[in-house]
């Protein structure tokens, strides 16, 4: 984990404690030439602000709307991208590579 | 994930304690499981390829899928030395994600206004290095060339478990050293000198480089590779 890692943790629980509605994106598969590794992650909150990097920019505008349904719902999904992904032309990774994000809701604020 | 959790890691991070939230990936239900009480764990084999190799991932049961997401110590970087090179490596070893410390027991080197924001130690790094602890997350770098501080510094880390340690110095100087060191009954053999990989560096900046790029192997591949 690092700093960068720490500084996400740190901007989620400051968001929640101003009041904003938070949520959680972490890489947890990747397979070919994704660029950011398993573990990386966004922090979103329920006006689309966002800080981090799930995929060095291809899919993060995808992620934050996934992310801004999940603070809705309160459940946690997985999302899939890549170029096999019939969502790949719009959302896709110009890399070639395939990754699969976890979204959740920070809860219990 | 619950607030809690959330708050979990950031004290498990602050105490350089290492942990993992394993998520059950169909329900969203979560634990965080200190490395310490891995072997326990219904995925304790997961658990702790996860904590050595620092790597996160997927696993499935029969039942099941988790992830588990490994949150190991922040990297660390202890320089002894605040010299110019240091204040070249100091930028990029924030950016690659280091938590830095910086010795000197030369007052006038180990200053706020030539390292700001950097826990700095102006004292012999022989009184200083117990009480910070060289773990295994932890780079080490010698760089005053002298070996009055360099030398006591180098036998702490030599017998820690830190991933890497370079020390400044041409090959005469290493050379030297190396038989300082074996007289004063350490193995000096893991000690990166000259420091840094041969990328042909000119000024400190690309010296800063090429230590940068050395570290980053021995975290990643090992320096045998």
Redo the contacts between chains.
């Keep these: 984990m690092s700093s960068n890692d720490a500084n996400l943790l740190n901007t989620a629980n400051s968001w929640v404690r101003e009041g904003r509605k938070v949520a959680l994106a972490t890489v947890i598969e990747t397979w070919g030439s994704a660029p950011q590794p398993v573990g990386s992650q966004l922090v979103i909150d329920g006006d689309g602000n966002f800080e981090g990097s799930v995929s060095g920019g291809c899919v993060e505008g995808a992620v934050v709307t996934e992310a801004q349904d999940a603070i809705e719902t309160g459940k946690g999904k997985v999302l899939a991208f890549g170029v096999a992904d019939e969502t790949a032309w719009e959302v896709g990774l110009a890399c070639g590579g395939k990754i699969r994000v976890y979204v959740e809701p920070v809860t219990g604020a | ?4 959790v ?2 979990t ?2 004290k498990a ?1 602050a105490d350089r304690l290492a942990v993992a939230v394993v ?1 059950d ?1 169909a329900s ?1 239900a979560q634990e965080v499981v200190a490395q310490r009480y891995a072997d326990e764990h219904a995925l304790a084999d997961a658990l702790e390829n996860g904590f050595r190799f620092d ?4 696993v499935s049961t029969d039942t099941a899928e988790f ?1 588990i ?7 660390r970087l202890v320089i002894v030395g605040a010299v110019h090179i240091a204040q070249a490596i100091v930028p990029m070893a ?1 950016a ?4 830095i410390t910086v010795i000197d027991p030369r007052g006038a080197f180990a200053t706020e206004d030539r390292f700001p924001g950097v826990a700095l130690h102006a004292d012999w790094p022989d009184e200083v290095l117990p009480e910070i602890g060289l773990d295994a997350r932890t780079g080490f770098l010698a760089l005053t060339h002298d070996p009055k501080v360099d030398d006591p510094a180098l036998v702490a880390a030599l017998q820690s478990d830190c991933f890497y340690i370079g020390a400044l110095g041409s090959r005469r100087t290493q050379t030297a050293r190396t038989e300082r060191l074996k007289q004063a009954g350490v193995e000096p053999s893991r000690i990166c000198g000259p420091v840094g990989l041969d990328i042909g560096a000119r000024g400190a900046p690309e010296i800063a480089i090429a230590i940068m790029a050395e570290m980053t192997k021995a975290l990643r591949l090992g320096l045998d590779t």
């Design positions: 994930m619950d607030i809690s959330l708050e890691l950031q991070r998520t990936i969203g790597k996160s991932g997927v992830f997401h490994i949150h190991n110590p922040a990297l924030k690659a994600g280091y938590d």
